[in-house]
């Protein structure tokens, strides 16, 4: 495996990181509405977790043990999460 | 040298490496409720906005971007190791050693001026949820500078070196969770 392969340009990422810090920080002060506004911050920040993941984290090469290890806990809270919102959102 | 004993599943990951994605994974459970309550709580409840309206995002952009910055040494420390160079491994681990102060340093100017201007854990709901999230995450970005700067001497003393380095990978995998972690915590807490 190549050097390059093995190990990917990590300033790279972390200039991507920045980059996508100063775009979060565009979308929470520029005028746009307030449900966008949310969804564009948390889409940046789901992208700079899985730059951090998937390279710094290295997962994109590791086994399928490790994506179900980190998976499962993952699914059970959205699933927690969902329901949830019965109970406590929508409880008057 | 690789035993039974540090191999695991199918004789291929490493057994360190398997007992940090464990931790990690209930990790995600206990800050991943943290963070679900809070939203929860958020959407049930009124008021939030005026209250995260006191927060500093200027302050925690900063302390973001000290964050990110310490996730790139993190791993260039690994880097260093595995291609054997315990001087540029030492160095870089230093460097998030550093940085992770610098962002204590920081979360603690930010909380001294908060409880300054009167807003403590029981304020209001909002504030309550403030201390708890930012200040388990801060407890767990200690506990990774103390795992760090272990590290660290060890690598500067270079005894042992060879039976401790793989440790940077498994300290680096903490490392880089605790970053997500705020990934998420400074839109939720600042942003939103």
Redesign the interface.
């Known amino acids: 495996m190549s050097d390059t392969a093995?190990?990917p340009s990590?300033?790279a990422?972390?200039s991507w990181?920045?980059a996508l810090?100063v775009v979060?920080?565009m979308?929470?002060f520029l005028p746009f509405g307030k449900a966008m506004?949310?969804f564009l911050?948390?889409t940046?920040?789901v992208a700079?977790?899985f730059l951090?993941?998937r390279?710094?984290?290295h997962l994109r090469s590791e086994?399928l043990?490790?994506y179900a290890?980190?998976g499962?806990?993952?699914l059970?809270?959205i699933g927690?999460?969902i329901a949830?919102?019965p109970d406590?959102?929508f409880?008057r | 040298m690789t035993t039974a004993a540090t191999v695991a599943a199918g004789g291929r990951i490493p057994s360190g490496k398997l007992a940090i994605w464990w931790f990690l994974a209930s990790e995600i459970m206990t800050f991943g409720g943290l963070l679900a309550a809070f939203v929860l709580c958020r959407f049930a409840g009124g008021g939030w906005e005026d209250q995260a309206a006191h927060v500093n995002a200027r302050i925690a952009a900063v302390n973001t971007l000290v964050l990110l910055t310490s996730s790139l040494s993190m791993v260039q420390a690994h880097r260093a190791v595995e291609e054997g160079s315990r001087g540029r491994a030492a160095t870089f681990l230093l460097i998030t050693v550093l940085l992770g102060l610098t962002f204590l340093g920081v979360k603690g100017f930010e909380y001294s001026r908060e409880i300054e201007h009167g807003f403590t854990p029981s304020t209001a709901p909002f504030w309550s949820f403030y201390y708890g999230l930012t200040g388990l995450h801060a407890l767990h970005v200690l506990a990774g500078v103390l795992a760090n700067a272990a590290l660290w001497i060890a690598a500067l003393r270079g005894r042992g070196w060879a039976r401790v380095a793989p440790r940077v990978e498994y300290a680096g995998l903490y490392w880089h969770f605790v970053d997500v972690v705020w990934i998420f915590l400074f839109p939720l807490v600042y942003l939103s």
């Open positions: 093995r190990f990590y300033v990422i972390w990181l920045v810090l979060g920080l979308c929470a506004a949310i911050i948390f940046v920040a700079k977790a951090v993941a390279h710094y984290m086994s043990l490790i290890i980190a499962l806990p993952v059970l809270l927690l999460t949830l919102v406590i959102v409880r």
